[in-house]
């Protein structure tokens, strides 16, 4: 409750909730990168697990 607190109270500051923001942004377009990769290279990911367990 009180990490709830402090972020309610940082988000009603005005630089350091614009920095939040920035920081979310961030952290949601790298991991919508990183979902985009893992769509994208999932095929190749599944051939290498295959060879792997195949020389286990």
Do not use: C, K, P, W
């Not at 607190?5 to 790298?30: D, F, K, T």
């Not at 095929?43 to 286990?56: C, K, L, N």
């Amino acid at each position: 409750m009180a990490l709830l607190n402090s972020l309610l109270a940082a988000l009603r500051r005005g630089e350091e909730g614009q920095g939040l923001a920035e920081y979310a942004l961030i952290l949601a377009l790298i991991a919508i990168i990183a979902i985009i990769a893992l769509i994208f290279l999932s095929g190749q990911i599944g051939q290498i697990m295959s060879h792997v367990d195949r020389s286990v």
